[in-house]
T-cell receptor, first 116, second 114 residues
Framework: GAVVSQHPSRVICKSGTSVKIECRSLDFQATTMFWYRQFPKQSLMLMATSNEGSKATYEQGVEKDKFLINHASLTLSTLTVTSAHPEDSSFYIC????????????FGPGTRLTVL | AQSVAQPEDQVNVAEGNPLTVKCTYSVSGNPYLFWYVQYPNRGLQFLLKYITGDNLVKGSYGFEAEFNKSQTSFHLKKPSALVSDSALYFCAVRGNTGGFKTIFGAGTRLFVKA
């Protein structure tokens, strides 16, 4: 199957700093990318959906000024957690899909963010 | 509104026995249905999907799932479980309206005992 990479896999930062997470589709062009957040022993919570070259669509309750998403190309999307706080600590997972709406999503390995 | 229910938090099965992980859904229109598996501290891996056609779908690692429209179910099955199948399994549904957003179930943890 298609491969999605995420970098970094783990990051620890101080409260108030910003953290950027990269998501890349390695062998296909991802017209749509998704960012999820997963709490321990819970399901994935969709944060936002982004289409290449367009502004991201955020889910209700997700602060777009705090979680900045950029989908600059068909193979790269970034999530920046601005002014991170301990409550932002979580497992962040990106996902990518090609154009057809019935296609499966391919997931990155996730990024564990810990804010001290 | 779309929804997915995985009624079991955990399923325990002995190695070599058949396993079933249950999933029911609610969606407007024809559903696109998916199963994913997640190993600890990893992203999700795609197992199989139902789009249209044959109700029995075969996927990766010997897994299969049966689409039942009348019961709005899409249970995941495997004839003979392996210890290495122990993981967290997510059912997901995508309707053909509302921007094709995928909704994930809460997940079912599968334990296969040797």
């Amino acid at each position: 199957g298609a491969v999605v990479s995420q970098h970094p896999s783990r990051v620890i930062c101080k409260s108030g700093t910003s953290v950027k997470i990269e998501c890349r589709s390695l062998d296909f062009q991802a017209t749509t990318m998704f960012w999820y957040r997963q709490f321990p022993k819970q399901s994935l919570m969709l944060m936002a959906t982004s289409n290449e070259g367009s502004k991201a669509t955020y889910e209700q309750g997700v602060e777009k000024d705090k979680f900045l998403i950029n989908h600059a190309s068909l193979t790269l999307s970034t999530l920046t957690v601005t002014s991170a706080h301990p409550e932002d600590s979580s497992f962040y997972i990106c996902s990518a899909r090609t154009l057809a709406e019935y296609n499966e999503q391919f997931f990155g390995p996730g990024t564990r963010l810990t804010v001290l | 509104a779309q929804s997915v229910a995985q009624p079991e938090d955990q399923v325990n099965v002995a190695e070599g026995n058949p396993l079933t992980v249950k999933c029911t859904y609610s969606v407007s229109g024809n559903p696109y249905l998916f199963w994913y598996v997640q190993y600890p501290n990893r992203g999700l891996q795609f197992l199989l999907k139902y789009i249209t056609g044959d109700n029995l779908v075969k996927g990766s690692y010997g897994f299969e799932a049966e689409f039942n429209k009348s019961q709005t179910s899409f249970h995941l099955k495997k004839p003979s479980a392996l210890v290495s199948d122990s993981a967290l399994y997510f059912c997901a549904v995508r309707g053909n309206t509302g921007g094709f957003k995928t909704i994930f179930g809460a997940g079912t943890r599968l334990f296969v005992k040797a």
